[in-house]
């Protein structure tokens, strides 16, 4: 009896340690599970960080005007977030348009600047100042053509109406070219004429001054002046 009871003992003692032995593995094994993925967790929070991080810095050289350290701050980063990446964009978009209106492409300028990819206030600030620059320049390019066209425009009309001009007060003096005349406009306020008037000799080699006249195209009135 008393040495059934003592191997009953042992069996008891020995079921106990065997029980003890697994939760202690099932601790170690739970601890090793935590420590992982707290491990995995401090490494994306870190990542976050640096990327939160190069985003405000970027931001900071923007408003600095210094757009090309914000580019390569940001496109050095790892594991960039969504802003960080889309911030990326934008800058790059900009640097190229800024490219393009430093060399006075201003259409290719003002095709770089697309729409904003980030929630950057001021990227945004920097897009619509540097559009504005464009505009400005694409306003003064279009009113210099077309003020060099009108100029044009009007030295054709002024030729014309003083060959007109020329010949009327040509037949009508008898200032023709088979005699050897050379009429000469030098200045008109509005229909009122100064007709400069020579003639070549029979071989063309002396010309000679036969009179400075006004001429009215309108009333074909003709004055001598010298």
């Known amino acids: 009896m008393t040495v059934n009871k003592f191997f009953k003992n042992v069996s008891v003692g020995a079921a106990a340690l065997t029980l003890v032995l697994t939760l202690a593995g099932c601790g170690n094994s739970q601890s090793a599970s935590s420590t992982k993925s707290s491990s995995a967790n401090s490494s994306t929070q870190s990542s976050e960080n640096d990327s939160t991080k190069a985003v405000r810095s970027a931001n900071r050289s923007i408003r600095n005007n210094n757009f090309q350290a914000a580019y390569d701050n940001l496109n050095n980063t790892n ?7 889309n911030l990326k964009d934008d800058l790059q978009n900009y640097l190229t348009a800024k ?26 600030d920097a897009y619509t100042t ?22 044009i425009a009007n030295q054709q009309a002024s030729a014309k109406t003083s060959d007109s001009v020329v010949e009327a007060f040509a037949n009508k003096m008898g200032f023709t070219g088979e005699k050897g005349y050379s009429i000469i406009p030098t200045s008109a306020n509005g229909n009122v004429y100064k007709l400069e008037v020579r003639q070549n000799n029979s071989d063309n080699t002396v010309s000679n001054m036969i009179g400075v006249y006004q001429y009215n195209s309108q009333t074909g009135a003709v004055t001598k002046l010298q």
Do not use: V
């Not at 464009?134 to 009113?143: D, E, F, M, S, V």
């Open 130 to 151: 540097l559009q504005s620059k464009i505009n400005k320049k694409q306003n003064a390019k279009t009113t210099t053509s077309s003020s060099s066209s009108q100029r």
């Open 79 to 85: 594991n960039r977030s969504n802003e960080a990446n």
């Open 99 to 124: 490219r393009a209106y430093d060399n006075g492409d201003y259409q290719t300028a003002s095709n770089n600047l697309k729409p904003l990819k980030s929630t950057s206030t001021a990227m945004r």
